[in-house]
């Protein structure tokens, strides 16, 4: 999700598209000269997805928007003289109910993974709507107020449409959250489940209840027993959000850690947000099950009460113990480890990189086994072909070319550092371990401290870092100074293009290199006039 600044639309759009802040009596998109220096968040969205879009039901003239738009570089710009003259128009243009059906039709043609944005004109002035107010304010307000009501109500019937299909098609719903790893475990899970019965889970890291919304109405089908949703936490309420459109007989949570920590400003309060789908999965009188290695003792303690929880981890101590994580171990074929259940015991071997992922597995054995009733032998010989989830920790070997750790999708410490570890088992005879590293965002508080460690550690386990944008994250580059011997280099870059650049001219067979978190373009951006 974009927030604007501001409140205007000018303003709004300057805001979400370039990351640059509403000024108090003027808008920058108003000023070709100077916007054309901004950052465009649609340009690196094309380099990954397949298309962009831009949908309005009225005219873009207002504000010199339309430049602006255009400017940002959108496959696809329409508006109200896309819409079929039989459409009835408000006073701005083609009203909300009409402008979502053609862009949810237009997006039910296209080939994902797209980016699309739509502008709404239901919620200005005039507030001109075509159904009747329902909400009696008195003053200026009510207007407003119920052009916002018409707007929501609009979306509300999209939700309520997969609600009632969800329904009706009823398949075990099983919910998984946590602060890093659930895109993962949801891969491996459907993995699993698959073996068994024909399963669906959200794509890729769609986790919102709009991206989930439409992904149950397009994808999921009646012979799908299990469906397996992300849920993200972007907030207090967002998880029971995404539970109310989803309600979960089960749920994992992988993880509870500093990533997001600047939503959160503590991790208690990220206890808080994730253990919202342990309530969701209670009043379904389910099965939680999560990872007891890193969840507060006392908290899990009180939550355990009066709840199915069942934790899993090393740690047979933690409250609700129940899965035991013996003798992991990371090998150059994948991870291996053996897991007990009562007196159930099996070993599990993975084609994935990674001591994190073991954790990960576990929970997806948790959910399998114990809450489904899958046998541990099914389990475990489904896991012996599950595929490397892409971008995080994804080993690419190719003859005559380096190793690649692909991890561009982390943004975590624990991520970083398990990439850290992987290098000197990936590395052949005579190669050097190579980083390309931006840094970390939304850590909050932790910011310093955690980059500061992680550049430590880098010294010890890197013989050529590769920082880019050293300015954001000069603790990282403190702390690998700090302790880098003989044979370690630091060298920075101002963009990740200008990295690999120097990094193609310099790589040999036997070396290997970890992309660690490729930042959007935005974050690279130096905005100057």
């Not at 075509?130 to 509300?156: F, R």
């Amino acid at each position: 999700s974009c927030y604007a600044s501001g409140n205007l639309s000018d303003q709004g759009m300057g805001a979400i598209f370039s990351a640059f802040p509403a000024q108090p009596r003027t808008s920058i998109v108003t000023v070709p000269s100077k916007y054309t220096s901004l950052p465009s968040l649609v340009e690196p969205c094309k380099k990954l997805w397949d298309n962009t879009s831009y949908l309005v039901g009225g005219q873009l003239e207002y504000g010199n928007i339309k430049s602006y738009i255009y400017h940002m570089g959108f496959d696809l710009v329409e508006e109200e003289s896309a819409f079929d003259a039989s459409i009835y128009r408000g006073r701005l243009g083609v009203h909300d109910g009409d402008l979502f059906a053609r862009k949810l039709n237009q997006l039910n043609q296209s080939k994902q993974p797209f980016f699309a944005s739509v502008f709404t004109q239901s919620t200005h002035v005039p507030y001109d709507i075509p159904v009747p107010q329902t909400i009696n304010w008195e003053g200026d307000t009510k207007g407003y107020l119920n052009c916002l009501h018409y707007a929501d109500s609009v979306l509300g019937r999209f939700m309520q449409e997969a609600k009632d299909k969800l329904k009706k098609l009823n398949p075990v719903v099983i919910g998984i959250t946590g602060s890093f790893g659930k895109t993962s475990a949801k891969h491996m899970l459907g993995h699993v489940l698959g073996h068994v019965a024909p399963t669906f889970f959200t794509p890729a890291s769609v986790n919102t209840p709009i991206g989930n919304t439409r992904v149950i109405r397009e994808q999921l089908k009646p012979e799908h027993k299990y469906f397996i949703v992300e849920m993200g936490a972007y907030g207090p309420g967002s998880i029971a959000r995404l539970c109310a459109l989803t309600p979960p007989k089960f749920g994992l949570i992988t993880a509870i850690g500093h990533a997001h920590y600047e939503r959160f400003k503590s991790l208690e309060n990220v206890h808080w947000a994730k253990f919202e789908l342990a309530e969701a999965v209670k009043a379904q009188n389910g099965l939680m099950v999560v990872n007891g290695d890193v969840i507060f003792r006392e908290f899990l303690a009180e939550r355990a009460k009066g709840q199915k929880i069942i934790a899993y981890g090393e740690d047979t101590t933690a409250p609700g113990h129940g899965i035991t994580i013996i003798d992991p171990e990371q090998t150059v074929t994948g991870v291996r480890f053996k897991v007990k259940f009562g007196k159930e015991r099996a070993t599990i071997e993975a084609p994935v990189y990674g001591m994190h992922h073991i954790p990960n597995l576990t929970g997806v054995i948790g959910i399998a086994h114990v809450a489904l009733g899958i046998p541990l032998k099914t389990i475990a010989t489904a896991l012996k072909t599950v595929p490397q989830v892409r971008h995080r920790l994804e080993v690419i070997r190719k003859a005559g070319h380096a190793t690649i750790i692909d991890d561009a999708y982390n943004s975590n410490p624990t991520g970083f550092k398990t990439g850290l570890e992987l290098l000197q088992l990936l590395v052949k005879s005579k190669g050097k371990r190579y980083v390309v590293a931006p840094g970390m965002v939304e850590l909050g508080a932790a910011h310093d401290e955690k980059h500061r460690e992680l550049g430590e550690l880098a010294a010890q386990k890197v013989d050529v870092m590769l920082v880019i944008r050293p300015d954001r994250i000069p603790t990282f580059v403190e702390g690998f100074l700090s302790k880098s011997g003989k044979g370690r280099t630091l060298k920075t870059f101002g963009s990740f293009a200008e990295a690999k650049a120097w990094l193609d001219t310099q790589l040999k067979p036997e070396d290997v290199v970890l992309f660690e978190h490729d930042l959007p373009d935005l974050y690279e951006s130096r905005v100057a006039f």
